[in-house]
């Protein structure tokens, strides 16, 4: 991982990157001065390379010096200079000194950590990658960005951005990581087993793995059901975070199908290539409750990833079937390609039933129906409690990530009404990003109105390079979570 530090001073670095301001191109009045020649260059370069602006944050111009200390200098756009516009910038600079083996970027006077924690967001999480291969080349690592010096002033404030920064990037890495990884090696066994290593690192974290026979026991019907066609098993993943003085109990769910033929219903080639990518939703709630240990956030957390292979077989489920869920509440399976809901019946009916939590939270790379509403970049947020639904969308918008809030239109739950079941996984009627939405409600029993439901399928995957992005899992969702996360306050303290 590319290592960052802050400093006081910079020391004829080789290689310097300065921001510039959104509206003249001008570089920004700087905390440390500059040699009256490189500073009359570097304006004179602004000039020409900005034309004046506006600058678009994260576009990078580079003046070369090969002659000179520094030998090249990297003018940056930082927006309007708020805490997205360095992140973009971050973003920005990783890719334009990818090759430069090392960087300082000499901070404006005034920048604080909210421009720490925004421009090191965007450097970690642009320099992301990810391989198989077992063999690397030493001299493309010599030549890869390792260490960045942020030169700004030093605080405690300055310092904890940084380490929230880098506790996030480090869990949406391993998020993407659980995401890329191609579902030969991605089993619901080897997710669980990933999850237990990763905890390990941590004695205040706790993993309970359920496999198949202990779900059948325990009435987890919709999980071994969608994982009945294949031969590797599900499991149901709990993982737990419990500091003292919590502020709440928040329970986070994640969708995690390994790998979606559709089943019996099954998928077209194309609509499998990238079936990898459908458990995006436990990896980010499994990481984000990472991140939130790391950093000490002072929120109960249970963690529930319910994982199947949804197979052709068989053994396969088939449209037609009566599914019981956890709790006994019934299904009737009308396309088997809708699954995802299925699995997280069961968690959330368990949720209810066993964990009492002051918050329901699901994501899921759920419906192909998200894209349609809301493109690539943004997530469909579904919740009965406008403060909830109003603060995990300021979180997402602190974060980088985008959501919109979807309306649960009560007039669509006759949809998923079923003659023979309590309700019917799927409808013909369109909504499918709704009707998904509204058949997870139905299991949220009394915690109905502290529940939330976050479509993600679409911007799981970017499918190329953008911003802080890069081409394949993203990790979304897991920096909307640490970001609400850290919003809930600690419970006061006991009085003696």
């Known amino acids: 991982m590319l290592e960052i530090t802050v400093s006081d001073r910079s020391d004829n670095p080789a290689v310097v990157a300065i921001a510039v301001a959104a509206d003249t191109g001008l570089p920004l009045p700087l905390a440390v001065e500059l040699d009256a020649e490189l500073s009359a260059q570097l304006t004179a370069f602004a000039e020409e390379a900005f034309a004046g602006g506006p600058v678009r944050a994260g576009s990078v111009h580079a003046l070369p010096r090969p002659l000179a200390t520094p030998r090249r200098v990297l003018l940056v756009g930082a927006g309007t200079t708020d805490e997205a516009g360095w992140r973009a910038a971050g973003a920005g600079l990783a890719r334009a000194a990818a090759r430069d083996g090392a960087l300082t970027v000499l901070m404006p006077a005034g920048a604080g950590a909210e421009a720490v924690r925004g421009l090191a967001e965007g450097l970690w999480l642009a320099s992301y990658t990810f391989r198989l291969k077992q063999q690397v080349d030493a001299a493309a690592e010599e030549k890869k960005l390792s260490h960045v010096t942020i030169v700004a002033s030093r605080t405690d404030a300055v310092d904890d951005a940084l380490d929230d920064a880098r506790a996030t990037a480090v869990a949406t890495g391993f998020a993407r990581d659980l995401t890329n990884m191609p579902s030969e090696q991605k089993t619901p066994e080897w997710f669980a087993s990933e999850v237990t290593r990763v905890a390990a690192g941590n004695p205040a974290l706790t993993v309970t793995v359920r496999g198949n026979d202990a779900l059948a026991e325990d009435g987890f019907g919709g999980i071994v059901a969608v994982g009945s066609g294949s031969a590797r098993t599900p499991r149901l993943v709990e993982l737990s975070w419990q500091p003292e003085r919590a502020a709440a109990h928040v329970v986070l769910i994640g969708k995690g199908i390994t790998f979606d033929t559709g089943g019996i219903c ?140 979807m309306p649960l239109v009560d007039d669509y739950v006759r949809d998923i009404s079923s003659e023979i079941a309590d309700v019917a996984n799927s409808s013909d009627t369109g909504g499918g990003s709704i009707t998904a939405a509204l058949y997870l409600r139905e299991f949220t029993g009394d915690r109905r109105d502290s529940w939330a439901h976050i479509d993600m399928s679409a911007p799981s995957w970017a499918d190329g390079p953008d911003g802080e992005l890069v081409k394949g899992a993203t990790g979304w969702g897991v920096r909307t979570l640490v970001r609400w996360l850290a919003t809930l306050e600690p419970a006061p303290a006991a009085v003696d």
């Open 266 to 405: 099954i998928k077209p080639r194309d609509g499998m290539k990238l079936m990898r990518k459908d458990m995006g939703g436990a990896a980010a709630v499994i990481a984000a409750t990472f991140a939130a240990a790391e950093m000490d956030l002072p929120v109960r957390i249970t963690t529930l990833a319910p994982l199947a292979e949804n197979m052709a077989s068989g053994s396969a489920w088939r449209p037609g079937d009566v599914v019981t869920h956890y709790g006994g509440r019934t299904t009737e399976v009308l396309n088997t390609d809708a699954e995802g809901r299925v699995v997280l019946a069961d968690a959330l009916a368990y949720a209810v039933a066993e964990l009492e939590p002051d918050y329901l939270i699901d994501l899921a790379t759920l419906t192909g129906a998200n894209a349609v509403a809301l493109g690539k970049r943004t997530g469909a947020l579904y919740s009965d409690n406008d403060d909830l639904a109003g603060a995990l969308a300021d979180a997402a918008i602190a974060a980088g990530e985008k959501v919109w809030r």
